[in-house]
């Protein structure tokens, strides 16, 4: 059984740093682009970022651009995502999913497994 597991959730106040991560298991994802999305409470599943396989590609929403940095590591079927400087907007449930290998990184339907997600609550 494939699955994706976050941890690295909680609680924190604004300008603290979090570290989330994404275990995989029952199959590797080594050769996908692999992605983090939030959803906060009434709004819609919404884009962070993105690796490519390789690590060499990232891409950022525009809202989290130089605070939180994507990583992966093949090795351990891991991605993660360091948080900095969060914001009380940030609070969110964070999923991490695996891309399908086309479409663009930006759409929730171009991504076919999906974590349980994590929650990221910032208090100002």
């Known amino acids: 059984q494939v699955q994706l597991v976050e941890s690295g959730g909680g609680l924190v106040q604004a300008g603290d740093s979090l570290r989330l991560s994404c275990a995989a298991s029952?199959?590797?994802?080594?050769?996908?682009?692999m992605g983090w999305f939030r959803q906060a409470p009434g709004k819609e599943r919404a884009f962070v970022a993105a690796l490519s396989w390789s690590g060499a590609t990232t891409y950022y929403a525009d809202s989290v651009k130089g605070r939180f940095t994507i990583s992966r590591d093949n090795a351990k079927n891991s991605v993660y995502l360091q948080m900095n400087s969060l914001k009380p907007e940030d609070t969110a449930v964070y999923y991490c999913?695996?891309?399908?290998?086309?479409?663009?990184?930006?759409?929730?339907?171009?991504?076919?497994?999906w974590g349980q997600g994590t929650q990221v609550t910032v208090s100002s």
């Open positions: 999913a695996a891309h399908r290998y086309s479409g663009n990184y930006y759409n929730t339907n171009n991504y076919d497994y």
């Open positions: 029952g199959r590797t994802f080594s050769s996908r682009v």
